[in-house]
């Protein structure tokens, strides 16, 4: 059972990892959980971007207002942040 | 500029809106002294699919009040909205055109969306319910000029008459080319200003994207600001060459006295303060004023963090420390996108006329990074000599008018 649930957070880091990959135009392979958004050069109008492929892609809402970055879902700061957060969401609407 | 003898000077002696606040004049200047909110729950389609659902819609609009059945058929919402302003407007300035003079006035109107409630029935109609055919006049309503082509007719301008759209900046950069028109001479009278209707469903699907609107109202320059909220509207103005409006004793409501324009060309989005600085200053050079007789300047105030916070640094760097009082009427009305700067002209209005400068509505703590005067709440009375208008736009187009009392 926790194997299951570990793969399918897997599943869900791999998915976020590489949309997070497509917008900075670089390989999947190079990010880490430490990787900031910002040293990818996705700004906020990349991170928009972003969280409009991880929503099409699990069929979930985001809740994140780009005025109160701190706020909602979780600062989308790094590649482990988005990654923990959109799992949480996941787990939220779709569990 | 008053300087250069070629040059007209130019008055405006007819103002007229629609907006969220008020169907007419006498209640847009109430509403805003007042302080009162017009941002409120929407009535929409699908309104269960929409993440925003608040926002300043005209309440209780009555098409059949003004329009007979053809026009409602030619006229989108918006140009409803244009054309109630534009009677208004000229029914205040009692203007009767010359032969002559018609052919020389016109009107150069802004909109961010043009007719966007008629593209987003006609969508709804051939995509979701899967008809296959639209409304005949789907085209000539939803064309972005289509307001300005009415009001053309409507008031016999047979002179330059267009629209330009720089999305949230669009009324200001027409009223700043209808006023160097009459300013040069190429025109008597221009009638100027600008209408938006984009509180469909489209229209807030598309902004949502962005995630930079409120879900639960707008609070400019307040620490607890979190985004903008869509307003929609028009106001409409006559401007006129100031020795013909004094010899027809017409009501002069204020002068124009500068306009600029200047583009970040930085981002698409994201304000470049430097931008909004070069517009202000622009326009106090374009009228040949220090920065110290300002009064009262009306913020471009979204109430989104990118916005204030520039706008704030491009205040503080035109003015200094102590800047004169800023207020943004959008916490009121709305954002009206590319009739924004024309419905917030009113504000402008009031406070060189009847020397009410309106709040900033909806204010609840300081946000350290604006550090401005932001009439909070409260309208407050003074003596306003001159005063600014700022509209920014995506695309970081900026323009700034510079008014000045009658």
């Known amino acids: 059972m926790d194997g299951l ?10 998915r976020v990892v590489e949309i997070l990959a497509s917008q900075a135009l670089c390989d999947a392979g190079s990010l880490t959980p430490e990787t900031r958004l910002a040293d990818l050069g996705i700004d906020s109008l990349g991170l928009a971007e972003v969280l409009f492929a991880i929503e099409e892609r699990f069929d979930i809402s985001v809740p994140f207002n780009a005025n109160r970055p701190d706020e909602g879902a979780g600062a989308f ?9 959109i799992e949480a969401l996941v787990r939220n609407q779709k569990g | 500029m008053t300087g250069n003898p070629a040059l007209r000077r130019v008055v405006i002696t007819g103002a007229g809106s629609v907006n969220p606040l008020a169907s007419d004049v006498p209640g847009t200047f109430a509403a805003l002294a007042e302080g009162r909110v017009a941002i409120g729950a929407l009535d929409l389609p699908d309104l269960d699919r929409l993440s925003i659902r608040i926002g300043a819609p005209v309440r209780g609009w009555q098409p059949d009040a003004y329009f007979t059945r053809q026009e409602q058929a030619l006229y989108d919402r918006a140009v409803q909205f244009a054309v109630v302003a534009a ?3 000229v029914t205040q300035s009692a203007l009767v055109l010359g032969s002559d003079e018609g052919f020389q006035a016109g009107v150069v109107l802004g909109t961010g969306g043009g007719g966007s409630t008629t ?25 972005p000029n289509a307001a300005a082509a009415h009001l053309a007719m409507n008031h016999g301008l047979r002179g330059p008459s267009f629209t330009v759209s720089t999305a949230c900046a669009s009324s200001n950069h027409a009223m700043g080319l209808a006023f160097q028109m009459v300013r040069s001479g190429a025109a008597p009278v221009m009638l100027t200003g600008g209408a938006e209707a984009t509180l469909s469903f489209g229209g807030i699907k598309a902004w949502e994207g962005l995630r930079v ?21 028009a106001a409409i103005f006559v401007f006129e060459e100031r020795d013909r409006a004094v010899g027809r004793g017409a009501p002069i409501l204020a002068e124009v006295v500068g306009f600029a324009m200047t583009s970040d060309a930085a981002d698409i989005v994201l304000p470049d303060p430097e931008g909004a600085r070069r517009a202000m200053a622009g326009a106090l050079v374009d009228a040949g004023l220090p920065p110290d007789t300002v009064g009262y300047v009306n913020a471009h105030g979204t109430g989104t963090t990118a916005n204030d916070r520039s706008e704030s640094l491009a205040i503080r760097a035109v003015f200094g420390p102590n800047p004169p009082p800023v207020s943004a009427t959008k916490s009121m009305h709305g954002h009206l996108l590319g009739a924004a700067g024309a419905v917030e002209l009113w504000a402008v209005l009031l406070a060189l006329g009847e020397g009410v400068i309106a709040p900033t509505a909806g204010w609840r703590a ?21 005063a600014l208008s700022n509209a920014f736009g995506f695309g970081g187009m900026n323009a700034c008018l510079a008014l000045r009392k009658a």
């Open chain 1, 5 to 14: 649930v570990a793969g399918v957070r897997n599943e869900i880091e791999a």
């Open chain 1, 77 to 85: 700061s790094s590649v482990g942040a988005v990654c923990a957060a």
């Open chain 2, 87 to 89: 009677r208004q407007a």
């Open chain 2, 119 to 143: 593209t987003d029935e006609a969508y709804r109609a051939v995509y979701a319910e899967g008809r296959s055919r639209v409304h005949p006049f789907t085209v000539p309503r939803l064309m």
């Open chain 2, 213 to 233: 609107l409120s879900p639960d109202g707008c609070r400019p320059f307040c620490a607890s600001r979190n985004g903008l909220v869509q307003g929609e509207g």
């Open chain 2, 366 to 386: 300081p946000d350290p990074e604006c550090g401005l005067d932001v009439v909070p709440n409260v309208a407050r009375r003074a003596g306003v000599e001159v």
